[in-house]
């Protein structure tokens, strides 16, 4: 790289460039603004040290405005000294995926640019985070670091050179540095082999079993071809909506039931497959519903560690499962019967990440539709529905009865998720702060026939590097078990998502509908803040 190749560009900071639980999320338009993306991806590599030489992933979900901000990125990793960039074709890496070529290449580490389940489009939502060489997003100490670099910055380095060729195979140059476009969906594949019996599902298909998995126009629509129609041989057709477009087909890329209703629909209807599943936006969630069954991601935590020594890859046993606090404590009933630790931590990946890199667990999920394992540092929807698929083929069961089985082996956690979206800021703290200023006063009360025994604020100290995190949600504990947790959700870019999890655990009315069996904690749950008080809402925007 020449002297002249390399340029050095004045600039001044933004204000607003402070990293969330997934990175820096914004509206696309917001992105656009001048030098905005070279503020931030400068103020990464301000944040970093000895990675001269080295090699950095970058990838993205394809959304709108990613080819663009990849080939600003990698310019800026020439200037800026690495050997080499790493990135899949036609831009496309899905989150999982990175977080594994990251590992598997020895990267320095990667930088991501997605908003996960957010829209696309012009007008939609983008995103930009690092993650660091075990694969995972970046600890709070590097996010704390970008954003003071993001509040100094005087300059950015840039290379002088014509756009790559993203959409060819192979090795070129960008000065001095390397850029390899690889097959995005290779090396995945390669590990979905490892850790799955890939000929018993391959069986499975052919004697009959049937899927359709709904890739939503995102990124996992060349994972999901390749391996469930490709490698494993399910009928063609299987994946819908499996070409990445870069608004999404103007659909909203989010594996829930409002979003994903087609095969919801589907699945309980009168020809429905034997699985129905779906994948969000960069490729971490899932959605998974059987045959006139919706599992409930809670639910499916639960159930895939129950059943997890079935595939090969976790044959040995787990180490130990993990869930964020919101999710329901199912998976921590199964941990209790094997005899292995549960681990409650905030929500965000990173928390799970120090677990698996300290061997402690094997794997971790979160209510919001990601579950993962210590094969990434990040969730995994396509891995989700992978191992489902293999414990389908082992156990020869439906999704139904092994629903049924794990209920009436560990009881039954009914819960649902309800969000309260884009409401106003200033209202949503307001709700949060009275609820903080009654914790000391809510234990002993009863609500008709519910009674509190317990309300704090979740605080975490992480076992394995120390660090304290609070303020991580309100929990509100009852007598019988139940409980209501209130939290503001961190990964959207307008206005507060107001997020309320309700739960009820049950030992013997196992078949219940979950409205009716939350029907007295939900009511309670909308009167005990005032929701519709503070946010105008008499009803969420979302249940799950």
């Known amino acids: 790289m020449t002297a002249a190749a390399m340029t050095t560009v004045p600039t001044t900071p933004y204000t607003d460039q402070k990293p969330g639980t997934s990175g820096l999320r914004k509206k696309v338009p917001h992105f656009q603004q001048p030098r905005y993306v070279e503020n931030f991806v400068q103020s990464i590599f301000d944040s970093l040290d000895g990675f001269a030489g080295q090699d950095l992933v970058i990838g993205g979900d394809g959304r709108y405005f990613n080819r663009e901000t990849i080939q600003t990125a990698m310019k800026m990793a020439a200037a800026n000294g690495f050997g080499r960039v790493i990135v899949g074709r036609g831009g496309i890496l899905s989150t999982p995926a990175a977080s594994n070529l990251i590992r598997v290449r020895g990267a320095f580490g990667g930088i991501i640019l997605s908003a996960s389940h957010n829209p696309g489009g012009p007008h939609g939502d983008f995103g930009i985070k690092y993650n660091a060489s075990n694969g995972g997003p970046a600890p709070e100490k590097i996010t704390d670091a970008i954003f003071a670099k993001t509040k100094a910055i005087t300059e950015y380095r840039i290379l002088d050179a014509p756009d790559v060729d ?95 209703k087609g095969i919801y629909d589907l699945a309980m209807g009168p020809d429905a497959p034997d699985l129905c599943a779906a994948s969000d936006g960069d490729g971490d969630r899932n959605l998974i519903i059987g045959r006139g069954i919706f599992v409930t991601p809670s639910d499916s935590l639960a159930a895939l560690s129950a059943n997890a020594h079935l595939a090969p890859g976790y044959a040995g046993g787990l180490k130990g499962i993990a869930r964020s606090m919101p999710t329901s404590a199912a998976a921590d009933r199964v941990a209790e019967a094997k005899g292995l630790k549960a681990y409650e931590t905030p929500t965000g990946w990173k928390f799970f990440g120090n677990l698996l890199d300290a061997g402690m667990a094997t794997i971790c999920g979160e209510e919001s539709a990601g579950t993962g394992s210590d094969h990434v540092r990040e969730k995994d929807g396509l891995w989700a529905v992978l191992l489902w698929l293999d414990i389908l083929s082992a156990r020869k069961e439906s999704v139904l009865d092994i629903m049924r089985d794990h209920w009436k082996t560990y009881g039954r956690n009914y819960y649902a998720r309800h969000d309260y979206e884009e409401v106003a800021a200033e209202g949503a703290n307001a709700l949060m702060k009275g609820l903080r200023d009654r914790l000391g006063s809510l234990p002993g009360q009863s609500f008709g026939a519910l009674t509190v025994t317990g309300a704090d604020d979740f605080a975490y100290h992480d076992p394995v590097d120390g660090s304290d995190s609070a303020h991580q949600g309100i929990r509100v504990l009852f007598a019988d078990g139940s409980r209501i947790v209130y939290r503001l959700s961190g990964t959207g870019t307008a206005g507060a998502t107001l997020r309320v999890y309700i739960e009820r655990f049950e030992g013997e009315k196992l078949d219940m509908e979950t409205g009716e069996a939350l029907k007295d904690l939900i009511a309670l749950s909308r009167s005990l803040p005032d929701i519709p008080g503070h946010t105008g809402r008499t009803e969420p925007s979302v249940i799950t």
């Open 166 to 260: 993203l959409d060819r195979i192979g090795e070129t140059r960008l000065g001095d540095m390397t850029v390899e476009v690889v097959d995005p969906v290779a090396e995945y594949r390669a590990l979905m082999e490892k850790l799955f019996d890939f000929p018993r599902i391959r069986a499975m298909f052919a004697g009959g079993f049937r899927m359709t998995f709904d890739a939503m126009s995102a990124v996992t629509g060349p994972y999901a071809t390749a391996i469930l129609e490709g490698a494993l041989g399910a009928a063609p057709g299987t994946v819908i909506n499996g070409t990445p477009l870069p608004d999404f087909g103007g659909h909203h890329p989010d594996p829930n039931l409002v979003h994903a």
